[in-house]
T-cell receptor
Framework: DAGITQSPRHKVTETGTPVTLRCHQT?????MYWYRQDPGHGLRLIHYSYGVKDTDKGEVSDGYSVSRSKTEDFLLTLESATSSQTSVYFC?????????????FGPGTRLLVL | SQQGEEDPQALSIQEGENATMNCSYK?????LQWYRQNSGRGLVHLIL?????REKHSGRLRVTLDTSKKSSSLLITASRAADTASYFC????????????FGTGTRLQVTL
């Protein structure tokens, strides 16, 4: 998985609790992304980052926030989890100098909100 | 909203046969990529085709792009059981700076 780890890999939480998912990379890639994957929807972009402290919203950002204080770490926070946020979350990285514009994906985090 | 829609949603073939998946998208693009996802895993990049290209090959993969119809196809020749996976197209519209929009995927099952 191209030097990308996600933690935790599985989490069960209750509605209304805060949740933070971590993405860690060892590739020194500048761009990082958070997606959620749900049946029938493919992957949808939540937030992305073009560099340290440089983040922006994606297609489905409501209810999520992110932070990137170091190149290697990109955190996704659900401030108050809801059942609609039950999903599989993927982190991805890319290098803007890559002519193939490849995104490399982490193994995913399965989140269940009860 | 989804930029790409794959067709069919599911495809079942026998080993040795060819598999063709199609992707349609809505807006103009810089490039189109195809990714594979094995069950329970992250996506893996397969191939990129730029908007000024019509066809591209990589091993047993052949990708075509028709920008006038806003569609692409992925052909896997001589399929193997190991090709069983979901396949997604992803587009990179102009002005989106490396943000990809993924389709809903085609689930391919290759049986022995």
């Amino acid at each position: 998985d191209a030097g990308i780890t996600q933690s935790p890999r599985h989490k069960v939480t209750e509605t209304g609790t805060p949740v933070t998912l971590r993405c860690h990379q060892t590739e020194n890639h500048r761009y990082m992304y958070w997606y959620r994957q749900d049946p029938g929807h493919g992957l949808r972009l939540i937030h992305y980052s073009y560099g340290v402290k440089d983040t922006d919203k994606g297609e489905v950002s409501d209810g999520y926030s992110v932070s990137r204080s170091k190149t290697e770490d990109f955190l996704l926070t659900l401030e108050s989890a809801t059942s609609s946020q039950t999903s599989v979350y993927f982190c991805a990285i890319s290098d803007p100098t890559d002519l193939q514009e490849t995104q490399y994906f982490g193994p995913g985090t399965r989140l269940l909100v009860l | 909203s989804q930029q790409g829609e794959e067709d069919p949603q599911a495809l079942s073939i026998q080993e040795g046969e060819n598999a063709t998946m199609n992707c349609s998208y809505k807006t103009s693009i810089n490039n189109l990529q195809w990714y594979r996802q094995n069950s329970g895993r992250g996506l893996v990049h397969l191939i990129l085709i730029r908007s000024n290209e019509r066809e591209k090959h990589s091993g047993r993969l052949r990708v075509t792009l028709d920008t006038s119809k806003k569609s692409s196809s992925l052909l896997i020749t001589a399929s193997r059981a190991a090709d069983t996976a979901s396949y997604f197209c992803a587009t990179d519209p102009p002005g989106t700076a490396s943000k990809l929009t993924f389709g809903t995927g085609t689930r391919l099952q290759v049986t022995l």
